[in-house]
């Protein structure tokens, strides 16, 4: 396993290389490799959809209704920026943990920082 995981790195490590040699600009924007700053608000939510650059979470919160003097439950969608080393690793129906950043684009203000659980029991 260990060994396994070792070699996992090292290829990373060279698809990084190659990224660099593009103008290092795929991996710009991640917060453990890149120049991306990390601060605010964190939130986990499960991943709806996933684009090569983006995924969409979504999680329920409780918001409470004066009207009826209960609690609702709320959706909220959050588009987050998926950084190239986590591209393989996060797939729709992860849950993952995103953590707010520098407004990257009209929609996009929060970057995936982790990982939590895989879709199928992982
Ligand atoms: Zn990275």
Do not use: W
Not at 19 to 32: E, I, M, T, V, Y
Not at 51 to 77: H, L, N, S
Request: hydrophobic fraction near 30%; charged fraction near 45%.
């Amino acid at each position: 396993m260990k060994q396994k995981k070792k070699k996992k790195t090292k290829e990373e490590k060279t698809q990084k290389t190659i990224a660099g040699d593009l103008g290092s600009f795929s991996d710009r924007d991640c917060p453990f490799h890149g120049k991306l700053k990390i601060r605010g608000r964190v939130f986990e939510g499960k991943v709806e959809k996933k684009f090569p650059r983006r995924v969409v979470i979504e999680f329920e919160r409780m918001i409470y209704v004066r009207k009826y003097e209960r609690y609702a439950k709320e959706k909220t969608r959050i588009h987050a920026r998926l950084p190239d080393c986590m591209k393989e690793e996060v797939n729709v129906g992860d849950i993952i943990k995103v953590q707010e950043c520098r407004p990257l684009s009209k929609i996009i203000h929060f970057v995936v920082i982790k990982k939590i659980k895989g879709g199928e029991g992982k």
